[in-house]
């Protein structure tokens, strides 16, 4: 069939296209594909999907994501990355590729709730089983490891509470029964440590969060500086299916380049509000990491360089769960909602005494992530709300 006697609509589907020779732009280019075509049936039965030096289908990678994760890979410190559709589904793929019937799991007693629940509900059905340790005991974590623990999973600074554990500590007391590490480095974000020299095997991150920066977009990434370890991620990654779209890919590696200087932006104006916190009566306790008293200082100061915008507060139990309410629904500036690392300051109340047993602080949990707004204002805004408890 000539080219002149097809259907326009075939016509439309097959136009010429060339991507522009000597376009050079350093904006890396939103490729967007599910199918990628082979020249013929030898190219097509030798292409190894594993092997980045060609491309097989959209889920398994694209020039745009591709390029996000030697970046993500880069910040991190790694070798190698995947990416999936959430932080969340960073966790699970982490899980789901290296544990089996029988295996156990250790998570910290802080860990980032879902993941928790992660462990509680698939995993235990599926005969993995879980226990939590304290973070801050790498002794009591070396004690805790028998021949079924096959990963232990750190989180610094912890969720919520935000202690700060001995990283380097819990990964030598794994890495001397010969269990796997696995970092949720989200709170870090590749800027206020560096996770692989501490002896950690697997940096998960949600993208989400300080990568994005924008409140806009979900995606999570797991890095490793191992080879083999990166391969039995990635098989679980294609037999899951969870890839990412060249759109979400774009507004991350748009926004990378500016990461430190938002983190540090972030970091500066919480550590202010810490600070004056920590002197107000209303306030019982601030837990931020960089802050001397705060759980983990030491730790912290060993390891890092700068620190998140998040922090919380407990308030004097003699204000009550329902006054503490009545102090974060007069918040205007902060906004009610869940994550942190946007412009956009937030705020959450927690439940301490449903969160974990026992709880460790009498009186209510505030949690605090600080937006890029000015920090006399967000203080202002916060003075005002604690005269309504
Ligand atoms: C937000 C967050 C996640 C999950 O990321 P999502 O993209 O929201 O699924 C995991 N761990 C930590 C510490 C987080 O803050």
């Not at 290296?98 to 235990?124: F, I, M, Q, T």
């Not at 990412?244 to 890919?249: E, F, G, I, L, P």
């Not at 983990?296 to 308030?315: D, E």
Request: a neutral charge; glycine letters at 8%; proline letters at 6%.
């Amino acid at each position: 069939m000539s080219e002149s006697s097809r259907d326009s609509i075939t016509g439309l589907i097959h136009h010429p296209y060339q991507p522009p020779a000597g376009f050079d732009a350093p904006q890396v280019g939103v490729f967007k594909a599910s199918t990628v075509i082979f020249k013929d049936t030898k190219a097509l039965r030798a292409r190894d999907w594993r092997h980045r030096d060609g491309y097989t289908y959209g889920l398994h990678g694209t020039p745009t994501t591709f390029t996000l994760e030697e970046r993500i890979a880069t910040l991190e410190g790694g070798l190698q990355c995947v990416l999936v559709p959430s932080g969340l589904a960073a966790v699970a793929i982490v899980d789901f590729a290296l544990l089996r019937p029988g295996d156990e799991v250790l998570l910290p007693n802080n860990v980032y709730g879902p993941s928790r629940e992660l462990a509680r509900n698939e995993l235990k059905e599926f005969g993995v089983s879980f226990r939590l340790y304290d973070p801050m005991d790498a002794a009591a974590l070396a004690a805790m490891i028998g021949p079924q623990t096959k990963l232990v999973w750190l989180e610094a600074a912890g969720s919520v509470t935000m202690e700060f554990p001995d990283l380097a500590g819990l990964a030598a007391a794994a890495k001397a029964r010969g269990v796997l590490t696995a970092l949720d480095n989200t709170w870090g974000a590749g800027i206020a440590f560096k996770p692989f020299e501490l002896g950690i095997d697997i940096v998960m991150q949600a993208l989400t969060k300080f990568p994005s920066g924008g409140g806009d977009v979900l995606m999570g990434s797991v890095t490793t500086r191992d080879n083999a370890l990166h391969e039995r991620i990635k098989l679980t990654h294609m037999r899951m299916g969870w890839g990412v779209a060249a759109n979400d890919a774009e507004l991350v590696l748009r926004s990378l380049p500016s990461i430190a200087v938002r983190y540090h932006a972030h970091d500066a104006t919480a550590r202010t509000l810490a600070a004056w916190l920590a002197t107000r009566p209303e306030i019982a306790r601030v837990l931020h990491p960089a802050l001397e008293g705060s759980p983990g200082h030491a730790h912290w100061k060993a390891t890092c360089t700068s620190a998140a915008g998040l922090f919380s507060v407990i308030f004097d139990p003699k204000h009550s769960a329902a006054q503490v309410d009545r102090f974060v629904d007069a918040l205007r500036l902060f906004k009610i909602g869940y994550s942190w690392a946007g412009p956009l300051s937030l705020v959450v109340p927690y439940d301490l005494q449903a969160m974990r047993q026992p709880a460790p602080y009498d009186g209510t949990l505030v949690r605090f992530s600080i937006g890029l707004e000015a920090a006399a204002d967000l203080r202002a805004d916060i003075e005002k709300a604690l005269a309504a408890l």
